[in-house]
């Protein structure tokens, strides 16, 4: 099921999301919804509090083209941050057509679970490492545009401001 995206600003995108402590076959349907809505937007990742849902969980597919890898981390934490830094033009669904380049460490090592509550761990890199830094912000009330100057970012909030006016107007 598609779910709606939340628009910045909104209170419930600057919430610090509660870890997840039942794997039940409703977090799977989560799971499946949160994929769904990534891949129809579309996006590279999503996280749950971009739907409303103050959770620990994020999706992630950062294959452009060829044979999708479709990625779900719960609680998951950043074990490692490599000194090199890389710099990204970054966007977001919850911040639609805006766009900024963000410094963020080049390489992470990430520890999560699965949807069966089993551990994980790997190293990420490239875009890979980029989106799953911006999408373990958002479960920590963090977005990209809180990277940049206040000018810049109180520019992009009205521009936000004025499309959620707009969409109210004609929905
Ligand atoms: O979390 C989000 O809002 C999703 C966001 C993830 C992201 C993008 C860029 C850098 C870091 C994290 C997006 O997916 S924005 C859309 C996007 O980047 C994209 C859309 C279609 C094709 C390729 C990329
Ligand atoms: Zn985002």
């Known amino acids: ?45 999503l996280a749950a509090p ?28 950043i074990s490692w941050s490599s000194e090199d830094v890389s710099t990204y033009e970054e966007g977001c669904l919850s911040i639609p057509e805006q766009y900024a380049e963000v410094n963020r460490p080049a390489e992470v ?14 190293q990420f890199s490239g875009l890979w ?3 799953v830094q911006h999408e373990i912000d958002h479960l920590n009330g963090k977005l990209f545009i809180d990277y940049l100057g ?6 992009i909030t009205r521009k936000m401001e004025k499309l959620k006016r707009e969409r109210a107007r004609h929905p």
């Not at 090592?109 to 790997?122: F, I, N, P, S």
Request: aromatic share 4%; glycine share 4%.
């Open 1 to 45: 099921m598609l779910r709606p995206i939340l628009i910045h600003p909104d209170p419930r995108l600057k919430k610090v999301c509660d870890p997840v402590t039942e794997f039940t076959a409703d977090l799977r349907r989560l799971a499946d919804d949160m994929l769904e809505t990534m891949y129809d937007a579309p996006g590279i990742g």
């Open 109 to 122: 090592r990430v520890t999560w679970l699965d949807v069966d509550g089993k551990a994980h761990e790997q």
């Open 150 to 155: 206040p000018l810049k970012r109180q520019m």
């Open 50 to 77: 971009q739907i409303a849902v103050t959770k620990r969980m994020i999706v992630m597919d950062c294959i452009k083209e060829g044979t999708p890898e479709p990625m779900v981390l719960i609680n998951p934490v």
């Open 129 to 131: 490492a980029t989106c």
